[in-house]
């Protein structure tokens, strides 16, 4: 049996890195943290958060959906709310909008966020298989990137349209470029199975055994004994 493929197609053509594995794309911040606090190994044997393999996965599971235009933000003409613009703004079909804000009533804005409802229309369409879904939602961990875009869950089958739409806010007072290739979105598959959950007493003492070997080596043990190499070509 082969491997679950994800379908798409680019709604523009002239940028094909609208859908890209997330390995390519791992931020440079985290690839720049050294393993070990004070840049190397000392007596201290203080591990930073690089040699964090659950955290470092985040980054390079699934797909991401990325910026097909730069994108300029500014507060024009004095309006308390920030304005988004692009270089060929009369043609084509844009790459966000704005929501009426009453499509969400209820809804709490994201702390430190714009309460202006956005829109990225996406510059793929794409399916999961039959038996699958998948998680699309803000990159995860990137807290750094100056909006927050709201999640879903879709299942296997459905083919989404040309420019669909995922709700994003922006940082309030966000001012400057989002360059062209930013990731806005990431896809995660999975398969669909049915869960329950049950109290089990033995799962703290096996969690605490796992600590105490853990600390037998100075890293790399999570690494050796449980982690998988995901693939997401």
């Known amino acids: 049996m082969g491997k679950p493929l994800l379908e798409y197609a ?17 931020p440079k911040w985290f690839k720049e943290i050294p393993k070990f606090k004070g840049g190397t190994l000392n007596r201290d044997m203080g591990k930073t958060l690089k040699q964090c393999v659950p955290f470092g996965d985040s980054f390079t599971t699934g797909y991401l959906l990325t910026t097909s235009y730069d994108l300029y933000v500014d507060y024009k003409d004095g309006l308390d709310k920030p304005f988004i613009t692009w270089v060929d703004i009369k043609q084509g079909h844009p790459p966000v909008s704005v929501r009426d804000n009453s499509s969400s009533d209820g809804m709490p804005v994201p702390l430190g966020y714009d309460e202006t409802h ?103 043990w999570y690494k050796k004994t449980f982690w998988k190499k995901k693939q997401y070509d």
């Open 118 to 220: 956005y829109i990225w229309h996406l510059p793929v369409c794409f399916r999961v298989p039959v038996g699958y879904s998948a998680l699309l939602t803000h990159p995860l961990n990137r807290y750094d990137l100056p909006f927050y875009t709201l999640s879903g869950v879709f299942d296997g089958g459905y083919t989404f349209a040309p420019h669909s739409n995922i709700p994003f806010f922006l940082k309030q007072g966000f001012e400057g470029i989002i360059p062209q290739g930013t990731p806005f979105a990431q896809l995660i598959p999975f398969k669909q199975d049915s869960w329950t959950a049950r109290q089990n007493p033995e799962v703290a003492i096996d969690g605490e055994l796992n600590r105490k070997k853990s600390h037998l080596v100075i890293s790399g």
């Open 10 to 26: 680019t709604s523009a053509p002239e940028y094909p890195q609208s859908i890209v594995s997330a390995k390519t794309l791992v």
